[in-house]
């Protein structure tokens, strides 16, 4: 592949420079970078450059992208969502390949480069989930990077065989041991977390774990997670997933909380939840704490919403979290970005010389203005190739 | 102008239709609609059709849009906000009738063909923003309807001389008395509510109030509102705007403002805030009270979000209120559209025989698509005329 000489181009909305691209990564940033013949020129055209979108939380094996509207009669509570999205897997034949391929095609169109994808692991589905979506990876590798979460979503000691279930995905190719709400679903905080944080010690894997629980039971849940992570020095390798009981407004509750999370090197996954508690974004990264973000579902048996743009999520971040001024949305853009890297371990990720060619470039006058507007057409460069230009990406999938 | 007949066409997501629009209303709906040779034949090509959207709460006279980014560094009391806005419309010149103009463009385009917008009425500017959208509102009359509130945006009582100045603007033309935070700003509820309610009773106007006091606060503003609007027998002609009192989780504050709320005939106007208390949409309509939303202010020196698509709103009313079902996202859209029309008395609203021909066409599966997709590409009509296709209005503006 020969380099690439990107011109007139505002790496986080800054002043106009060139970029060198070489064997996919930044070779150099400068204003006095010349073309030579074997570059190929592309003018930036004063696009703003930021590094790829990193969407830190979804479940790319569940949309119904493609597969004509779902009509949403499901019950209010998170059970029934639960068991009615195992049925509907079923009776629809909701296919992680295929659907997973899909969501990443439209992801990378909207400028993500890395996904962590949660992947139900359940003794229906088996780990049918994680091969699928192990498939979509291995066949669009060179588009994004992505890492899969061994998820038990229908429960771990309710549901006995999930254990060896994940240990399975694991050995085929997860990269992370999922968990969910110790209480509120699997009724035995003690038991589920033993098992989430026993796989992760023997394989060496880090943890991310689905936590919905609010206030004082979400609070319990967290301490118990803080108390393994400290006792297996599991720092940094650990991602608390929507944590709405930071979002309390008790903050004899919260705040020993925060100090607590940032001690162990407890990262949190936010999505900008409007209608529940959400951690309080500016707060934690204040106090210390990595903080990403995540579509989560979209367009499933769950709800309507979603499309996996990560400017709109750092959006909602920027809307549930009130945040207004233009320091305070760069903050959105770096846990949409940064963040999600840091959870993921990507270290050579980020507009720098030397990290890899990830990047997006877009139309606006300041990193404020590109997640205020959401413009459509983004150019999308993964490591150095053209992943995604005018909303489309460059590849094709069933 | 000449007959439209519109084929293959699915209002309200129902089944394939045609419509017939005749002097700028819907004169007959139907399959068996046969073209004849006087009929210009537009086809729907199976796409739905929904009402106009309503803008039932926005700001017409300060947006900055086509102004440059505006990098904001305001601080974070209301009053920050307020005092902020007034030095910058003086330092930027934010000219009223032109941003008025680009507003209500950018709106028709995304498929708003009513507006209600409150413009400030203050001792700086006196009612020049009033004028100014009205300037607005009479060269685009053909293109979209608009109301005017006559907003004492930066206080009342608290800015001696604004009382004459909202009547002068009621004088000039704006339809409805404003009013804001009667304890919160205003520091006088009784003499704040006696002066808006004054002038409502002595010019025979509705009243919108902006209210975004919290809690048992807000509770007792609501209630003044409540007894001012039985006194004078005001029943359907008076809005409470944000009402994030509603929000509040304690319920034997809220359920009997609600019941209060329903047999005095107040609407409420909500914008879905991510980051504030909301008042339940779906228990306020099943109370029976008219629920309407709005952009409020879009990129301005309050904050950065918002375009005006009323689409967009409906999401955001949607995700606020935890609404997943399909039944309720169509619910989301009704606020977005007859809930607005109603506030404001357009009686001749709506895809029925009779009424005016104000109508978006999308592509989309069911209205809840329509949501959660948002699709850019829609065709609105007004008063049966092409207002705007493709996202570009069918007019141009300074």
């Known amino acids: 592949m020969s380099d690439l ?23 150099a940033i400068g204003t006095d970078l010349v073309a030579t013949d074997d570059m190929r020129p592309l003018d930036g055209a004063s696009r703003i450059a930021i590094p790829g979108l990193v969407e830190a939380h979804t479940h790319l094996d569940k949309n119904l992208i493609g597969m004509g509207w779902y009509c949403n009669e499901v019950g209010p509570r998170l059970i029934d969502k639960i068991d009615n999205e195992r049925a509907e897997r079923k009776r629809q034949n909701i296919d992680p390949a295929r659907q997973s391929a899909r969501q990443i095609a439209q992801s990378v169109a909207y400028g993500t480069t890395h996904i962590r994808s949660h992947v139900d692991v359940d003794t229906e589905i088996g780990i049918g989930g994680i091969i699928g979506v192990m ?21 771990l000691m309710i549901r006995p065989g999930t254990e060896a279930l994940l240990e399975e995905a694991l050995r085929e190719g997860a990269e992370v041991v999922g968990g969910l709400d110790p209480c509120g679903i699997d009724r035995d905080p003690k038991g589920h977390l033993d098992v989430v944080f026993g796989l992760a ?13 609010p206030g004082e039971m979400g609070a319990f849940s967290t301490e118990l997670i803080i108390e393994r992570t400290r006792a297996l020095s599991m720092q940094g390798r650990v991602v608390i997933s929507h944590a709405f009981c930071l979002g309390s407004p008790d903050l004899a509750l919260v705040d020993p909380l925060i100090a607590a999370l940032a001690e162990a090197g407890i990262a949190i996954m936010t999505t900008g939840p409007a209608s529940r508690p959400a951690p309080p974004v500016q707060k934690l990264r204040a ?12 367009r499933d048996t769950w709800g309507p ?23 305070e949305l760069a903050a959105a853009l770096d846990i949409c970005t940064h963040g999600g890297a840091a959870i993921m371990g990507f270290t050579e990720y980020g507009l720098s010389v030397g990290n890899h060619a990830d990047m997006v470039m877009l139309e606006a006058e300041t990193l404020a203005e590109a997640i205020a507007a959401r413009p459509r ?3 999308v460069l993964k490591r150095g190739k053209v992943a995604a230009q005018g909303g489309v990406a460059s590849f094709t999938v069933p």
């Open 5 to 27: 000489l990107i011109t007139n181009i505002r790496p986080m909305a800054g002043p106009l420079t060139c970029m060198l691209i070489r064997g996919g990564r930044i070779a």
């Open 135 to 155: 498939a979509s990876r291995a066949a669009l590798a060179d588009h994004v990077d992505i890492d899969i979460v061994a998820f038990p979503q229908s429960g």
């Open 201 to 213: 010690e023997k394989h060496g894997r880090p943890v991310d774990i689905h936590l919905h629980e």
């Open 287 to 298: 106090a210390g704490v990595v903080v990403c973000s995540g579509s989560d579902g979209i």
């Open 305 to 327: 919403y979603g499309n996996g743009d990560m400017l709109e999520r750092a959006m909602f971040v920027g809307l549930r979290n009130n945040l207004r001024r233009d320091d």
């Open 377 to 379: 057409d983004r150019l």
